[in-house]
C-alpha cells in the first residue's frame, strides 16, 4: 500500500459504509484527522497518534459528540419551555405590569445556551489497561483535545470578587473562596466543583470547613446565586441582563 491509494471493500448488497473520521487535537505527538476502524477506542486512537506528549495533562482531556450535543440541546429545549411558561404564568396574575422587552430578553436568553456535547470519559493510558471497560468507543465526527497543564483554578459566580487564581496544591477551597473575597449576601451555601476531567460535586453547608475536596490544576468553582423567592417578573429581570 502507498501513500494516496485508495481500497475499497464492497458489501454483499453494494452498500459501503461509511467511514469514520476523528478529530484529535493538542498534545499528542501526531494530531489531526484520523479514519477510524468499526469499534476502535479512544487509547487505540491515542497509540495510532504516537501517544502523549510530555507536557499533555491527561486529567483534563475532553471528547465532544454530536449524538451528546444534540441531546443536550433536546434538554435546553424543555427547559426553555418550561422557564417561559413559569414567567408567563406569573405575568397572567392581577395587578401584575411587565416591561414587554423582559420576556424577549429572557428568551433569546434561554435560546443562546451553548451545547458542547461533551462525554466525560478515562484518558490514562494506565487507568484503561487496568479497566478496560473505561476504554470508550469512538464514533464518527467526535472530537478530542488534549490540553496542556494550566495551573489555574477558576472561581466564577456569586464571589465578591471572581477571580482566576494560581493553582497551589497547599491550599483548601476555603482558601481559595477567601481568596475570592467570600461569597455574597445573595449567594447560595453550596459550591459546585468541576474538575478538568468534567466530573461535577456539590458541596453544601459546611464546604468551607471540609478537608477532603480535592481541587485540581484546572478546576472550576462556581457559586450560584439563590433566587429561589424571586417569581415570575422579578424572576425575568434577574435572569435576561
Not at 491515542?46 to 475532553?62: D, L, P, T
Amino acid at each position: 500500500i502507498k501513500a494516496r491509494d485508495v481500497v475499497l471493500v464492497p458489501s454483499y448488497s453494494n452498500i459501503l459504509e461509511p467511514a469514520k473520521e476523528v478529530m484529535l487535537e493538542g498534545l499528542v505527538k501526531r494530531p489531526g484527522r484520523y479514519f477510524v476502524r468499526e469499534n476502535e477506542t479512544l487509547s487505540e486512537l491515542i497509540v495510532r497518534a504516537g501517544g502523549y506528549k510530555s507536557n499533555a495533562y491527561e486529567f483534563g482531556g475532553a471528547l465532544f459528540r454530536e449524538t451528546a450535543s444534540n441531546s443536550e440541546k433536546q434538554f435546553a429545549q424543555l427547559t426553555y419551555f418550561d422557564t417561559l411558561n413559569f414567567v408567563i404564568s406569573n405575568l397572567a396574575q392581577p395587578g401584575m405590569k411587565v416591561n414587554s422587552d423582559v420576556g424577549k430578553l429572557l428568551a433569546e436568553e434561554l435560546r443562546s445556551r451553548i451545547t458542547t456535547g461533551r462525554v466525560v470519559t478515562e484518558f490514562n493510558m494506565d487507568t484503561i489497561q487496568k479497566n478496560p471497560h473505561q476504554d470508550i468507543v469512538l464514533e464518527h465526527n467526535d472530537r478530542i483535545v488534549i490540553p496542556p497543564l494550566q495551573k489555574v483554578i477558576y472561581l466564577f459566580g456569586d464571589f465578591r470578587m471572581p477571580s482566576n487564581l494560581n493553582y497551589d496544591p497547599n491550599l483548601s477551597i476555603s482558601d481559595y473562596v477567601n481568596m475570592a473575597g467570600g461569597l455574597n449576601d445573595s449567594a447560595k451555601k453550596e459550591l459546585l466543583v468541576i474538575d478538568p476531567s468534567g466530573i461535577s460535586h456539590v458541596y453544601r453547608n459546611s464546604f468551607l470547613n471540609n478537608k477532603n475536596i480535592e481541587i485540581y490544576p484546572g478546576s472550576i468553582v462556581y457559586a450560584s446565586r439563590d433566587i429561589a423567592k424571586i417569581d415570575g417578573v422579578r424572576y425575568a429581570a434577574t435572569v435576561s441582563p
